[in-house]
């Protein structure tokens, strides 16, 4: 549980947020036809030029919308023609028809969030605000709501001094947000668990999501090797997918760890407001230009006039600048690093797609998981070692190192007993090491180094390795 550690502050903290979830126009969801007054005077219309330019932005998020259902149609309809068009149309009203295959998941409606209590913020951004929820089953989800102190609100409150309409406005990017993510479906996206919309019981548009924890780069950049490299693998398999999603190839305009959540040691992204599912049209090669503080690379307008591969390009960029440079080479397993330098050249000069980095990537976790990066340990290691299976030495002597998987103490990942041996060797303090049936998820082992034991009991799924020069020297 990660309660703030002052239940003052937390309480007041919720308090307000409960506020900005609840309390909100019951009517929200006007229409655009309705003739309100708007800001100050009318003008010779009725209409001020301001409410003219926020009657404008919010009819182009509509289009945005519709955009999405119709490209997701069209491309749907080529590998699926038992998809029927109207189904879809339904989204765009905010009610959700539960015969939708695409839907079928997001079983928790206005209903049941109206009874749901809050226990925890989790995060915040310009646009929306994260809140951490107890269904009545005891499960934990997300839910996302709009940050009525955000900076998106407040913007549009200096411009338009209307706040109905800047809440429908600021509402459409959680609206996007919800349909791409019924669209795009995959294990490093969180999942779409609900939502509600349009709803006086619960006020305001609610996305119920599954819950993780906010990326925190420090504190990854203190895990394991294995761990970093899962989280750029993720990354990389949820980028492959978005080139060929069923919306066509997707760029994340705003890629950034932030973005993103952990759940379980795995990446997913969160934030998918900011999505784009067009590539930009072009003349010239010249027209496809992708920026980046520091690096620029032009690619080619295709025959079709569009920066084909633009999007794909820009996300492969992003993940290597935010991602890969700080989490992949540090660290690395020596004999692995010529292929982790090969994908950081390869990324950092987009000279493959993601297709090939993809490849390049499994390359990698083949080579990790089965050990062969180990070929050339010395076979004799263990025999520097006494054996005894079915025990397990129990809370003791313990010392530090660095990465290791419990704070205290010293336990990493190891391909088997030898690679566990070598380890053990190489640390001066290091007497002997234990091997449990616990594994990463790479399904390698996990070993415990000890500098000492007290006593040993059984345990059969655990065997305790003992250094022998140390075990019978003065060291003891
Ligand atoms: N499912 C989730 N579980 C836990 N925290 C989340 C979840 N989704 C978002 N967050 C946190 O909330 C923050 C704001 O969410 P986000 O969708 O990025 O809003 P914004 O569009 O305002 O940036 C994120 O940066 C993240 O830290
Ligand atoms: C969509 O609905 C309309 C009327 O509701 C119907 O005439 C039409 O055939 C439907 N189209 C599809 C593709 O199901
Ligand atoms: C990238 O292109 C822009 C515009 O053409 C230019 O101003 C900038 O200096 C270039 N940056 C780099 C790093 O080449
Ligand atoms: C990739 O390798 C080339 C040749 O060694 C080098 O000049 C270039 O700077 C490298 N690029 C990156 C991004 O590492
Ligand atoms: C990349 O992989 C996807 C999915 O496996 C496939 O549909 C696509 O054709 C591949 N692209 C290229 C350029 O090979
Ligand atoms: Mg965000």
């Given at each position: 549980?990660?309660?703030?550690r002052n239940?003052?502050?937390s309480?007041?903290?919720l308090?307000?947020?409960?506020?900005?979830?609840t309390v909100?126009?019951?009517?929200?969801?006007?229409?655009?036809q309705?003739n309100?007054?708007?800001?100050d005077a009318?003008?010779?219309?009725?209409?001020?030029p301001?409410r003219?330019?926020l009657?404008?932005?919010l009819?182009e998020?509509q289009q945005?919308?519709e955009?999405l259902?119709i490209t997701?149609d069209n491309?749907?309809?080529f590998m699926?023609p038992?998809?029927?068009t109207n189904?879809?149309a339904?989204?765009?009203?905010?009610?959700?028809?539960?015969?939708n295959?695409?839907t079928?998941?997001t079983?928790?409606?206005c209903?049941?969030l109206s009874g749901?209590?809050?226990?925890?913020?989790?995060?915040s951004?310009?646009?929306k605000?994260v809140?951490k929820a107890?269904l009545?089953?005891?499960?934990?989800?997300?839910?996302?709501?709009?940050n009525?102190?955000?900076t998106d609100?407040r913007?549009?409150?200096e411009d338009?001094?209307?706040?109905?309409?800047?809440?429908?406005?600021?509402s459409?990017k959680?609206?996007?947000?919800?349909?791409l993510l019924q669209?795009l479906?995959?294990?490093?996206?969180?999942?779409?668990k609900?939502?509600?919309?349009d709803?006086?019981?619960?006020g305001?548009?609610?996305a119920v999501l599954?819950q993780?924890m906010p990326?925190?780069?420090?504190q990854?950049?203190?895990?394991?090797?294995?761990?970093?490299?899962?989280v750029?693998l993720?990354?990389?398999q949820?980028?492959?997918y978005?080139?060929h999603?069923?919306?066509g190839?997707?760029a994340l305009l705003?890629?950034?760890?932030?973005?993103?959540?952990?759940v379980?040691?795995?990446?997913k992204?969160t934030?998918?407001d900011d999505?784009?599912?067009?590539?930009?049209?072009c003349?010239?090669?010249?027209?496809?230009?992708l920026?980046f503080?520091?690096?620029?690379?032009?690619?080619r307008?295709?025959f079709?006039?569009?920066c084909e591969g633009?999007?794909?390009?820009?996300?492969l960029?992003?993940a290597y600048?935010?991602?890969f440079t700080y989490?992949?080479?540090?660290?690395a397993?020596?004999?692995?690093?010529?292929?982790i330098?090969?994908i950081?050249?390869?990324?950092?000069?987009?000279k493959q797609?993601?297709n090939e980095?993809?490849?390049?990537?499994?390359?990698?976790?083949?080579?990790y998981?089965?050990?062969?990066?180990?070929?050339n340990?010395?076979p004799s290691?263990?025999?520097?070692?006494?054996?005894l299976?079915g025990?397990?030495?129990?809370a003791?002597?313990e010392y530090?190192?660095?990465?290791?998987?419990k704070?205290?103490?010293?336990?990493?990942?190891?391909h088997?007993?030898?690679e566990a041996a070598l380890?053990?060797?190489?640390?001066?303090?290091c007497?002997?090491?234990?091997?449990?049936?616990e594994?990463?998820?790479?399904?390698r082992l996990?070993a415990?180094f000890?500098?000492?034991?007290?006593?040993?009991?059984p345990?059969?799924?655990?065997?305790?390795y003992?250094r022998?020069v140390k075990a019978?020297?003065?060291?003891?």
């Open positions: 549980m990660t309660f703030s239940p003052f502050c309480s007041l903290l308090a307000s947020l409960f506020l900005s979830l909100i126009l019951k009517n929200w969801h006007f229409g655009l309705e309100k007054p708007f800001g009318g003008g010779p219309d009725g209409l001020t301001a003219d330019r009657l404008q932005q009819k998020r945005e919308l955009l259902d997701f491309k749907q309809g699926d038992s998809f029927s189904d879809s339904v989204y765009i009203n905010g009610k959700l028809s539960s015969d295959p695409l079928a998941k079983d928790i409606g209903e049941e749901i209590k809050a226990v925890d913020f989790l995060g951004g310009y646009t605000t809140l107890a009545p089953q005891g499960l934990f989800v997300a839910l996302k709501s709009i009525h102190q955000g609100m913007l549009c409150m338009f001094q209307d706040s109905q309409g800047c809440n429908e406005l600021v459409f959680l609206r996007k947000e919800i349909v669209r479906q995959h294990t490093n996206i969180v999942e779409l609900g939502q509600c919309q709803s006086a019981l619960v305001g548009i609610t599954e993780g990326l925190q780069m420090i990854l950049l203190q895990s394991p090797w294995e761990e970093r490299f899962r750029c993720g990354l990389v949820l980028l492959q978005l080139s999603s069923p919306l190839s997707v705003d890629f950034q760890p932030r973005q993103f959540v952990m379980s040691g795995e990446l992204l934030d998918l999505a784009s599912i067009q590539e930009p049209a003349q010239e090669d010249s027209d496809c230009l920026q503080p520091l690096r620029n690379f032009t690619l307008c295709s079709s006039r569009t633009l999007n794909e390009m820009r996300n960029y992003n600048r935010y991602f989490l992949l080479p540090h660290q397993p020596p004999l692995l690093k010529p292929l330098h090969q950081m050249n390869s990324t950092g000069e987009l797609s993601i980095t993809l490849v390049a990537f499994e390359e990698v976790l083949h080579m998981k089965s050990g062969l990066h180990l070929e340990l010395p290691i263990t025999r520097d070692y006494a054996v299976k025990m397990r030495s129990v003791n002597m530090r190192c660095w990465p290791s998987y704070q205290q103490g010293c336990v990493l990942s190891v088997s007993a030898r380890i053990c060797s190489s640390h001066p303090q007497t002997s090491f234990s091997l449990s049936s594994k990463t998820w790479t399904g996990l415990s000890r500098s000492g034991f007290s006593h040993l009991v345990d059969v799924n655990s065997a305790v003992m022998r019978s020297g003065a060291v003891l």
